[in-house]
């Protein structure tokens, strides 16, 4: 390398590193306001164990629940530690653990392990800081390998896509390991990969052309194995590149590292606790309303089981809906409306799609890349087939996030800024209302796919019990039927959106939001052949159109049923459909459920007249579903 070039490199990697702090001390300042432990603050997915965790080790230096942390979250957060999991200990020769005065966490300690230094100093806002200063690694890492194959401009912008316009900036105000998983992975790829790419270094930067990258990348591999032991399959592409190479030697050792790393964390946890299974054994629960110490001689025993000690493979691998839930869940994982690709991750639909028509500009090892991504989505999909983009509570695919760093090095040299763009521009237009205000969207997960483009994407019907609106009770399982007609004596009524204004006093009907379209599941415990409605406008006359599918979304209006009827001012009109087969939901060894989509709109609306309720509803038609066997 002449020395111009050298400078240029140098200056390359000043501008990744001082857009790296201000886009993150940007987003910290829109995020200014976030106070964690505010009266009205809410503990969201699994952030009470990790709270716990972290706080533990900075204020009493161990990894143990006894009542001081109860009381600790108590005064920071009214509901307490909702959601935490816990567990009881025991000696390494499997015996009672012999202090009754405390239990163990039922989570990997080693996103609290990195987080701890930010919590002694500041307390729990270091749980921002510290994911503020993991979301400019992020971006310094996208950065400079992009820029060792593209312009600085280029760089710039398909960095900040890749960081910014996805679901990624919302795990920022998320205290659990998301984001620590998605910075770590790509660190790995980072320093296996860097050196493929980047012109011979000079200085201090010249160690990451070495071979000894390949041992830091195989640490980085373990933390995160640890952390969430199927990101595994991350490390794999390396190792099978190595190997591909015949580079024997350095397979072996990278392979050594890893499993060293990863058996050395898991045996500190079985030193902490006396079990290998972080998230098993010794009688693992998960805790609600009520917690273990919060009065005297109240222990574990008041939570509920949440132990993963078997695979229940009878149960993954049931051949009645395997298939049926594989093919489905490839279709959601892309767009799905609360988790896909598409809507959430574009940047890497974007790197991917691409890569794959860069003739003549594919590296092979891009090949090992995209392989490792789609292990990882495989992973997922077969062992979490109800579950797969994190269950209840989840923003977007939290689960993915271990896979989601590598996406970045799949993106070709790209010349063209105004094709740089397009991540960006394609990105925000999903997620900009998301990232603005991410506690907003955290603690209401399930608002966030109700407006926007995202309604035109299928609903993610394998995970019907684990969907984001799910944690809005009075949106769900809403009972309706027995109306003395023939009709199932009772079925369930899933609202999607906000434009059904739930159920009636009489229980069997609810009215739609004037001139707008309302979404809502319907699930029976049976197979069902007629959909049946009765619609009735108000005081103003409206054309409604109602649509019966499988799917949701623009997929409803290629293999949907749909019917269009003109309601006179008071006048009922009733609809009947042919079912097709709903979709078989089964998440344990019962029958399979079904599940239908039904969309109503309606053309116009009207307001109640004053009355002693003042009801101020805009309201559409009034709706009593029936379904038929």
Same mark, same amino acid.
């Given at each position: 390398?002449?020395?111009?070039?050298?400078?240029?490199?140098?200056?390359?990697?000043?501008?990744?590193?001082?857009?790296? %702090?201000?886009?993150?001390?940007?987003?910290?300042?829109?995020?200014?306001?976030?106070?964690?432990?505010?009266?009205?603050?809410?503990?969201?997915?699994?952030?009470?164990?990790?709270?716990?965790?972290?706080?533990?080790?900075?204020?009493?230096?161990?990894?143990?629940?006894?009542?001081?942390?109860?009381?600790r979250m108590l005064r920071e957060f009214r509901s307490g530690p909702r959601g935490v999991f816990l567990k009881?200990?025991?000696?390494?020769?499997?015996?009672?653990?012999?202090?009754?005065?405390?239990?163990?966490?039922?989570?990997?300690?080693?996103?609290?392990?990195?987080?701890?230094?930010?919590?002694?100093?500041?307390?729990?806002?270091?749980?921002?800081?510290?994911?503020?200063?993991?979301?400019?690694?992020?971006?310094?890492?996208?950065?400079?390998?992009? !820029?060792?194959?593209?312009?600085?401009?280029?760089?710039?912008?398909?960095?900040?896509?890749?960081?910014?316009?996805?679901?990624? /900036?919302?795990?920022?105000?998320?205290?659990?390991?998301?984001?620590?998983?998605?910075?770590?992975?790509?660190?790995?790829?980072?320093?296996?990969?860097?050196?493929?790419?980047?012109?011979?270094?000079?200085?201090?930067?010249?160690?990451?052309?070495?071979? %000894?990258?390949?041992?830091?990348?195989?640490?980085?591999?373990?933390?995160?194995?640890?952390?969430? /032991?199927?990101?595994?399959?991350? !490390?794999?592409?390396?190792?099978?590149?190595?190997?591909?190479?015949?580079?024997?030697?350095?397979?072996?050792?990278?392979?050594?590292?890893?499993?060293? %790393?990863?058996?050395?964390?898991?045996?500190?946890?079985?030193?902490?606790?006396?079990?290998?299974?972080?998230?098993?054994?010794?009688?693992?629960?998960?805790?609600?309303?009520?917690?273990?110490?919060?009065?005297?001689?109240?222990?574990?025993?008041?939570?509920?089981?949440?132990?993963?000690?078997?695979?229940?493979?009878?149960?993954?691998?049931?051949?009645?809906?395997?298939?049926?839930?594989?093919?489905?869940?490839?279709?959601?994982?892309?767009?799905?409306?609360?988790?896909?690709?598409?809507?959430?991750?574009?940047?890497?639909?974007?790197?991917?799609?691409?890569?794959?028509?860069?003739?003549?500009?594919?590296?092979?090892?891009?090949?090992?890349?995209?392989?490792?991504?789609?292990?990882?989505?495989? %992973?997922?999909?077969?062992?979490?087939?109800?579950?797969?983009?994190?269950?209840?509570?989840?923003?977007?695919?939290?689960?993915?996030?271990?896979?989601?760093?590598?996406?970045?090095?799949?993106?070709?040299?790209?010349?063209?800024t105004a094709v740089s763009i397009i991540p960006a521009v394609v990105g925000l237009i999903f997620v900009a209302?998301?990232?603005?205000?991410?506690?907003?969207?955290?603690?209401?997960?399930?608002?966030?796919?109700?407006?926007?483009?995202?309604?035109?994407?299928?609903?993610?019907?394998?995970?019907?019990?684990?969907?984001?609106?799910?944690?809005?009770?009075?949106?769900?399982?809403?009972?309706?039927?027995?109306?003395?007609?023939?009709?199932?004596?009772?079925?369930?009524?899933?609202?999607?959106?906000?434009?059904?204004?739930?159920?009636? !006093?009489?229980?069997?009907?609810?009215?739609?939001?004037?001139?707008?379209?309302?979404?809502?599941?319907?699930?029976?415990?049976?197979?069902?052949?007629?959909?049946?409605?009765?619609?009735? !406008?108000?005081?103003?006359?409206?054309?409604?159109?109602?649509?019966?599918?499988?799917?949701?979304?623009?997929?409803?209006?290629?293999?949907?049923?749909?019917?269009?009827?003109?309601?006179?001012?008071?006048?009922?009109?009733?609809?009947?459909?042919?079912?097709?087969?709903?979709?078989?939901?089964?998440?344990?060894?019962?029958?399979?459920?079904?599940?239908?989509?039904?969309?109503?709109?309606?053309?116009?609306?009207?307001?109640?007249?004053?009355? /002693?309720?003042?009801?101020?509803?805009?309201?559409?038609?009034?709706?009593? /579903?029936?379904?038929?066997?």
């Amino acid at each position: 390398m002449n020395f111009a070039t050298a400078e240029g490199a140098r200056g390359s990697v000043r501008v990744g590193w001082i857009a790296a %702090v201000l886009l993150a001390v940007t987003y910290g300042a829109v995020l200014g306001g976030v106070e964690f432990g505010r009266p009205e603050a809410e503990i969201f997915s699994d952030e009470a164990t990790y709270y716990l965790m972290a706080h533990s080790l900075a204020s009493d230096g161990d990894l143990a629940y006894r009542q001081e942390d109860l009381l600790r979250m108590l005064r920071e957060f009214r509901s307490g530690p909702r959601g935490v999991f816990l567990k009881k200990g025991q000696t390494i020769d499997g015996g009672a653990d012999p202090d009754r005065a405390r239990l163990f966490y039922g989570k990997s300690f080693i996103y609290p392990l990195f987080a701890w230094p930010f919590v002694r100093v500041l307390g729990t806002s270091g749980f921002l800081v510290f994911n503020l200063v993991l979301l400019a690694l992020a971006f310094a890492c996208a950065y400079q390998f992009l !820029a060792a194959r593209s312009s600085t401009v280029v760089s710039l912008l398909l960095a900040s896509a890749f960081v910014f316009a996805t679901a990624v /900036p919302v795990y920022v105000v998320w205290m659990m390991p998301e984001l620590f998983n998605m910075t770590i992975g790509m660190g790995a790829y980072f320093f296996w990969l860097f050196k493929e790419v980047s012109p011979a270094s000079a200085g201090r930067a010249a160690w990451l052309r070495r071979p %000894v990258t390949d041992v830091v990348a195989a640490i980085l591999f373990g933390l995160m194995t640890f952390s969430k /032991p199927t990101n595994v399959v991350m !490390a794999a592409p390396m190792v099978a590149w190595l190997i591909w190479r015949r580079d024997w030697r350095r397979a072996v050792a990278v392979a050594a590292v890893l499993t060293t %790393v990863t058996v050395g964390l898991f045996a500190i946890n079985v030193a902490i606790s006396g079990e290998w299974n972080y998230q098993g054994g010794g009688d693992r629960r998960t805790c609600y309303e009520k917690y273990p110490f919060q009065q005297p001689g109240v222990g574990l025993e008041i939570c509920d089981e949440r132990g993963r000690n078997e695979a229940q493979s009878n149960i993954l691998f049931d051949p009645e809906v395997f298939w049926t839930n594989l093919r489905a869940n490839i279709v959601y994982f892309v767009a799905g409306r609360n988790s896909g690709l598409l809507p959430y991750y574009f940047p890497l639909v974007f790197a991917a799609v691409a890569f794959l028509l860069a003739r003549g500009h594919r590296a092979p090892w891009q090949w090992f890349v995209l392989g490792g991504v789609l292990a990882h989505i495989g %992973v997922q999909l077969i062992l979490w087939p109800y579950t797969y983009f994190g269950g209840g509570g989840s923003v977007a695919d939290r689960y993915f996030m271990g896979a989601y760093g590598a996406g970045v090095f799949l993106f070709p040299p790209i010349r063209s800024t105004a094709v740089s763009i397009i991540p960006a521009v394609v990105g925000l237009i999903f997620v900009a209302r998301m990232i603005v205000d991410p506690l907003y969207t955290s603690a209401r997960p399930g608002r966030y796919s109700m407006t926007g483009p995202q309604r035109e994407l299928p609903v993610e019907l394998t995970n019907v019990n684990d969907l984001p609106i799910n944690t809005e009770g009075s949106r769900v399982l809403l009972k309706y039927g027995n109306n003395g007609v023939g009709d199932i004596e009772m079925f369930q009524i899933y609202y999607l959106d906000e434009n059904s204004f739930l159920q009636e !006093a009489d229980q069997k009907s609810f009215w739609t939001r004037g001139q707008s379209r309302a979404e809502f599941l319907v699930k029976t415990d049976r197979p069902c052949r007629r959909f049946q409605v009765v619609l009735q !406008a108000g005081p103003v006359a409206t054309t409604t159109t109602v649509t019966v599918s499988t799917s949701g979304g623009f997929l409803a209006a290629i293999g949907g049923r749909s019917q269009t009827v003109h309601l006179e001012p008071g006048v009922p009109q009733q609809l009947a459909f042919s079912l097709p087969d709903g979709f078989p939901y089964k998440k344990d060894r019962s029958a399979p459920a079904r599940v239908w989509v039904i969309s109503i709109s309606s053309s116009s609306g009207f307001t109640p007249p004053p009355s /002693p309720a003042n009801d101020t509803r805009f309201l559409g038609v009034l709706v009593k /579903p029936m379904v038929f066997e």
